[in-house]
Nanobody, 124 residues
Framework: QVQLVESGGGLVQAGGSLRLSCAASGRTFSSYAMGWFRQAPGKEREFVAAISWSGAITYYADSAKGRFTISRDNAKNTVYLEMNSLKPEDTAVYYC?????????????????WGQGTQVTVSS
């Protein structure tokens, strides 16, 4: 299983931007579809964005579409989430995770473990 370390979160005003990073270990990283998920206080974890192994295909939740951009650098074993026009409802702990195969496989995956996540807080 890939080891994941999320970073880049912080406190930002509404309308601001953040870039999250997910550093992954494992020699099979480049073959993994990767995704970002988030969990707000009192809420269930939800899907945010995903990217295929090559980076050619991306997919976003409606809440993220048009504001967030997921990208990856396989040479650095890192996945990014650029978040623009942040809203208070984006406040959550953000996690990344991966699955060998397609974005569809990632969306269906029952992940055995998660990283520590990174806190994003958007003030009104």
């Amino acid at each position: 299983q890939v080891q994941l370390v999320e970073s880049g979160g912080g406190l930002v005003q509404a309308g601001g931007s953040l870039r999250l990073s997910c550093a992954a270990s494992g020699r099979t990283f480049s073959s993994y579809a990767m995704g970002w998920f988030r969990q707000a206080p009192g809420k269930e974890r939800e899907f945010v964005a995903a990217i295929s192994w090559s980076g050619a295909i991306t997919y976003y939740a409606d809440s993220a579409k048009g504001r967030f951009t997921i990208s990856r650098d396989n040479a650095k074993n890192t996945v990014y989430l650029e978040m623009n026009s942040l809203k208070p409802e984006d406040t959550a702990v953000y996690y990344c995770n991966g699955r060998s195969g397609t974005i569809q496989a990632l969306r269906k995956a029952d992940f055995a473990s998660w990283g520590q996540g990174t806190q994003v807080t958007v003030s009104s």
